[in-house]
C-alpha cells in the first residue's frame, strides 16, 4: 500500500501466491482493516 494523496492510497491485489493482478486507488474510507490472527482483548 502506497500513500497517493491524502485519504488515497493505491493498494496492490494479488492471489494466493503472491502474484499481484490488479493496482488500483482506493479512498481511505473504504478501506478495511485485514487481520491475519486474533487481537488480544483489551
Known amino acids: 500500500v502506497e500513500e ?3 485519504d ?3 493498494v496492490e491485489f ?3 501466491d503472491g ?3 490488479a493496482m488500483l486507488p482506493v ?3 473504504k ?3 485485514l ?3 486474533p ?3 483489551r
Open 35 to 37: 487481520r491475519h490472527a
Open 4 to 6: 497517493l494523496a491524502p
Open 19 to 21: 502474484r499481484p493482478y
Open 39 to 41: 487481537v488480544a482483548a
Open 14 to 16: 494479488s492471489d494466493d
Open 27 to 29: 479512498e481511505a474510507g
Open 31 to 33: 478501506l478495511m482493516k
Open 8 to 10: 488515497v492510497y493505491e
